[in-house]
């Protein structure tokens, strides 16, 4: 589980729950104390038992024989990832009387051998074994013996056509993910005994156009991905409400069997790195009235006129496309439901921005990374109130403009977001923005996440971050930063993560002081090999005993994510001071 769920758990638990889950798992003496109340633990509720055992996942203070302990009240294991999963673990799990759910995807100590534990387990429906690349095709006489499964991933493994071709057993299974599998038509044949399936993953296996008519067998089918194949034509599939097509080369979609009567449902397109032959020919069978997702990125395409009766669009992506100005006038036409616009690595510029203001009035993610807009670009920006994430990295944003006709008065720009009161990320990396154009920033009081890049900030945008009520991540990498800086700080109360990397003048010394002084937040940077506060503090105790260790200037910046820039060198050359150069 990524650290912000685990965060978003805590959360949600109430407080007297918290109390007693984190002293249940604080120590391996505190768990001998409890897994002797056997019968109380067997009456725990599912969801605190579950919520228990998460935790002591996360703290490696589970071990097989504590499995035993939650026999009777657990429902759903989520082991993705733990490599220390083996034989004996399956054992114990395959003990537990309610299980429904099993993840152990990822796990490379699963082998053939260690389902067996699991065959006949009529409790569970759901099992993800993806990338155990141990189970082959003996591992699967274990699995169809499970009789009421319903949902199964085995993408990656090292099944074989003959392994796919028994899987058919398995007549209660709804979902079925065999991405990167070698499925041949034959197989896929054999697998329409399926009637229930509603999701079919089939990503990098060997269908052709041949094998997708058995597509039309699977009358209740919702989900199809057929990216990495060979398919360029997808028969009439009525019931389908999501396809993924990516990387194919697409002649028709839904062609082959229309008879004019009923549209399919589909609301969720995802084309990335498609060609086509004709873009309008092959989407022409589509409802484009019912699409709500669609993902074009990474295509040839440069005619977008496809977008203009796609009215329900809640969420598109064209990035790295060739989509230029003129274009982008299309996306405000159908825009009045839009809230997820991807236009990174296009050919926008400030002038394409201008026909989006008030036509989508409801987005709240919008991407412009490694795009030409610059200033003049925010104001229209500053027109779409609902947003919560803003991406202007690697754009020509400087944070101030020149007034028309009077080159020598600037105007801070940023001053425009001012009204995106619901703005909760906002990333500047890669910019010219410069201290004095953060100030202006202040007033986003819903802001958690503000990511800053650039060689022009100094100690003195220091001053302006201090007053986030809510930030929980703030960036200011490659900035000119000093210790002097650093140790005068005074973080946002709700901090938790600061990255400082590429801040080559910060001394060691002075990361350790301002992680001492603030134990709750997590330093980033490239004088710590961990992102613990608390291993870093501990494992430098000698720096509390006089030993100055002070970070070596020479030229190791090959070390560094990214040199230092031609101005950082010529300051550290001299020997000046950084903070009160005015640049």
């Known amino acids: 589980m990524m650290k912000e769920e685990e965060e978003e758990e805590e959360e949600r638990e109430s407080g007297l729950v918290r109390l007693c889950i984190e002293a249940a798992s604080e120590s391996k003496e ?14 725990m509720p599912t969801p605190l038992a579950e919520a228990l055992l998460r935790r002591l996942l996360r703290r490696r203070l589970l071990s097989p024989s504590l499995l035993e302990v939650f026999q009777q009240c657990i429902e759903e294991i989520n082991l993705q990832g733990e490599n220390f999963v083996d034989s004996e673990w399956m054992a114990y799990l395959g003990a537990f009387r309610y299980l429904r ?23 569970l429906k759901d099992l993800d074994l993806s990338r155990c690349t141990k189970v082959t095709d003996a591992g699967v006489m274990h699995l169809i013996s499970i009789p009421n499964l319903e949902k199964l991933s085995v993408s990656e493994t090292s099944l074989t056509v003959e392994g796919v071709k028994h899987l058919s057993s398995l007549r209660k299974l709804l979902l079925l993910d065999l991405g990167g599998l070698p499925v041949t038509d034959m197989a896929l044949c054999t697998l329409q005994v399926l009637k229930k399936l509603e999701h079919l993953d089939l990503w990098g296996s060997k269908i052709s156009n041949s094998g997708a008519t058995f597509l039309k067998t699977f009358v209740e089918l919702r989900f199809l991905n057929l ?11 009525p019931s389908l409400s ?35 032959t004709d873009v309008h020919e092959a989407l022409s ?23 203009l009766n796609m009215t ?13 100005d003129d274009s982008v006038d299309l996306i ?108 202006p920033l202040s007033c986003l009081e819903d802001l958690k996440f503000l990511s ?14 201090s007053s986030f009520p809510k930030l929980k991540y703030l960036g200011i990498r490659g900035a000119v930063l000093t210790s002097a800086g650093i140790q005068s700080f005074n973080p946002p109360p709700m901090l938790k993560i600061l990255d400082l990397r590429d801040c080559w003048l910060l001394t060691e010394d002075a990361l350790l002081s301002f992680c001492e002084n603030h134990p709750q937040i997590e330093m980033r940077h490239e004088q710590f090999d961990t992102g613990s506060t608390a291993q870093i503090a501990s494992g430098n105790a000698s720096s509390a005993h006089g030993t100055s260790r002070t970070v070596q200037l020479k030229p190791k910046w090959a070390k560094m994510s990214s040199p230092p820039s031609r101005f950082q060198k010529e300051i550290f050359m001299r020997g000046g001071s950084i903070a009160e150069r005015n640049y």
């Open 30 to 43: 505190s768990i001998e104390i409890w897994r002797r109340q056997r019968r109380t633990l067997e009456k």
């Open 101 to 123: 759910t099993l993840n152990i995807a990822d796990c490379k100590g699963i082998n053939n051998s260690a389902l067996w534990a699991i065959s006949g387990m009529d409790c």
């Open 227 to 237: 990216a990495w194949t060979k398919v360029t034509k997808v028969p009439y599939l």
């Open 242 to 276: 999501c396809l993924n097509m990516s990387n194919c080369s697409i002649m028709s979609i839904f062609e082959d069997g229309y008879c004019g009567v009923k549209h399919p449902h589909l609301a969720r397109l995802q084309l990335h790195g498609v060609s086509f």
């Open 285 to 307: 069978f589509l409802d484009p009235s019912r699409l709500s997702f669609l993902d074009l990125s990474n295509s040839s395409l440069c005619d977008f006129q496809f977008l």
């Open 312 to 324: 329900a669009l809640e969420h598109l992506d064209v990035s790295f496309s060739r989509m230029e």
């Open 332 to 439: 405000g036409r159908v825009g009045a439901n839009l809230k997820f616009l991807n236009l990174s690595n296009t050919r926008l510029r400030s002038a394409g921005m201008e026909s989006l203001a008030g036509f989508i009035p409801i987005i709240e993610t919008l991407i412009l990374s490694h795009t030409a807009v610059d200033d003049f670009a925010l104001p229209y920006i500053g027109m779409m109130p609902s947003l919560k994430v803003l991406d202007l990295s690697n754009t020509n944003v400087k944070g101030f403009c020149h007034m028309l006709g009077n080159d020598q008065e600037e105007i801070l720009s940023l001053i425009a977001l001012q009204n995106l009161t619901h703005l909760e990320r906002l990333d500047l990396k890669e910019t010219q923005v410069r201290d004095g154009a953060l100030q």
């Open 452 to 465: 800053l890049k650039s060689d022009f900030l100094t100690d003195v945008s220091l001053l302006f971050l």
